[in-house]
């Protein structure tokens, strides 16, 4: 089985209203692709969200102020375990390079510094049915990538969970997992980007649209389907995109 949609809960939702997603099911995947053309512009966007933050630091942009407020509201030291996309901005700021790893978790990687929101990318055949991000009640188990044990998400922690119980992420944004990490045999991805700002839908739009660019420029033998979940439609259905 694989992933047949994704889902705000109705908890998230009324604890976040402002959540957004824009959800990118990619199919017909090279993920062996080579590297080369997309290094040239991946380098070329590292070295002006560089200049940027010299000037701007990754705690001054209204998304990332708006994740470590929703990260505390879930009892998580946002200085502690910072967003994804905080997370590369820091790792830029302060070693000047984040290294490559795949097309597409590079592409993901890409548009998250350049557009300062969180960007997850999952195999899309590893995820059973649809995926949530819900709140924990503090039984499910997760492992990270390359992690020898699984350990308990505290109840009440925003998590990504599909329908056989695996958790794809903790902490909303902070840490995927390594059952439905992408790798080299990946042939169909879904690309999650989220933002809880106000007034994000902008935002997360233009986001979208450069990681469908990016996606068919370097891939160009893909296939793309956009889905939206808000909190006046916090549920998509995959085979009914818009």
Known sequence: MTISGFEYS???VAQFPLARA???HVTDI?????LAALADEYRAVQAEVALRLATEPASGRESIRAWRAAFTAFGVKPTQHRNAAEALLRRLDRAGD??????LVDIGNLVSISHSLPVAVFDADKVVGVLAVTLARGIEQFAGLGAAESETPEA????FIDEASQVAARRWCWKQGGATATGPSTTSAVFVTEA???G???DVEAAAVELERLILTHMPGCTVSRYVTASDSPSARFGSAR
């Open 10 to 12: 109705s908890e998230l």
């Open 22 to 24: 824009e959800i990118l």
């Open 30 to 34: 090279d993920n062996g692709s080579q």
């Open 98 to 103: 984040i290294p490559s790893i795949s097309m």
């Open 156 to 159: 009440g922690e925003v998590i």
């Open 196 to 198: 809880v700002h106000d």
């Open 200 to 202: 994000n839908q902008a």
